[in-house]
């Protein structure tokens, strides 16, 4: 099974997550990459600028592999798009191997996927029914920045008690962007407001991939491949790249216990269709714990786990 989605924090184009986690996805399939910059805000009255900015940041990167075949391009809000451009866009975040969303503002960005959905396809909810079809058919979406927390369950701001609803690709998870050492005591009790979903703090340059499937006893299931990212080199941007200074992908239960989960970790979470079961494992170093009480789980692996329930 292939991930379906891929959320992350980053501060240039590091090569693993660009790379491994979406070009080669791309070039394995149609090799096309749409970019959706929605969320980005209007400067000066100017809807355009930062959309333009914000491609430009992922175009140079995707550029080297023209060569191999890939197909990288934006589709930027506008609020004098027509019917046709519209149409043209459903078409293109149908089709795309990989769709990418962009930075900026989420909830920007959320506003302006319901208001193409209401505008031109008579339905606020169309852009999130698109993505969740793409995830049935095991294509990819990433989301960097703002497009990691719309892709959660809720947005980051519901912490504060603001309004927060996702596409939620990335189920029960909610994340916390440019993560750092320092802030782990307010994410600490932020965590503890949100005791319904996992909160993880995603440092740059790091990430979280979800696979999902069904047991054969019919349950829900979701993989959470964790990526720590050190492949961004350039000795200039070094303190903005957490990642490079130790930091991991930090995530506080709603008592307050601490895993910070190191490159190659991973989580199981199994949940029945009716959500009275719920319960996960942590992959790491080779072994199996229990979610819950963080012990070492008799169990040899993720699969063992998922042919048992």
Not at 85 to 92: G, Q, T
């Amino acid at each position: 099974m292939n991930p379906t989605v891929l959320v992350y924090s980053s501060h240039q184009r590091c090569h693993r997550l660009h790379h491994d986690h979406i070009v080669r996805r791309a070039l394995a399939g149609n090799r096309r990459i749409l970019f959706v910059a929605m969320a980005e805000t209007a400067q000066n009255g100017d809807e355009m600028v930062r959309q333009v900015e914000s491609w430009e940041s992922f175009r140079w990167y995707f550029e080297q592999f023209r060569g191999q075949g890939l197909e990288a391009s934006p589709f930027y809000y506008s609020s004098g798009l027509k019917q046709g451009d519209v149409d043209l866009f459903w078409k293109l975040l149908w089709e795309s191997e990989v769709v990418v969303l962009g930075g900026g503002g989420s909830a920007n960005g959320m506003a302006r996927f319901t208001d193409l959905g209401a505008r031109f396809a008579g339905d606020a909810g169309k852009f999130a029914k698109v993505l969740h079809e793409r995830q049935a058919r095991g294509m990819l979406t990433a989301g960097y920045s703002a497009g990691a927390d719309q892709l959660c369950s809720y947005l980051f701001r519901r912490t504060e008690n603001l309004p927060c609803d996702a596409f939620g690709l990335l189920r029960d998870t909610m994340i916390s962007l440019h993560h750092e050492l320092a802030f782990r005591d307010s994410l600490r009790e932020k965590a503890r407001r949100v005791p319904d979903v996992m909160l993880f703090g995603v440092p740059n340059d790091s990430g979280l991939e979800g696979t999902l499937g069904t047991t054969p006893a019919g349950n829900r299931f979701q993989i959470i491949d964790f990526i720590i990212d050190n492949s961004w080199d350039k000795p200039e941007d070094q303190w903005h790249v957490r990642t490079r200074n130790g930091a991991l992908i930090d995530h506080f239960y709603p008592d307050g216990r601490l895993w910070a989960f190191r490159d190659g970790h991973a989580l199981l979470r199994i949940t029945s269709q009716d959500r009275r079961y719920d319960e996960a494992w942590i992959a790491a170093d080779g072994r199996i714990f229990h979610y819950g009480s963080q012990q070492a789980a008799p169990v040899g692996s993720f699969g063992e786990i998922i042919g048992s329930h």
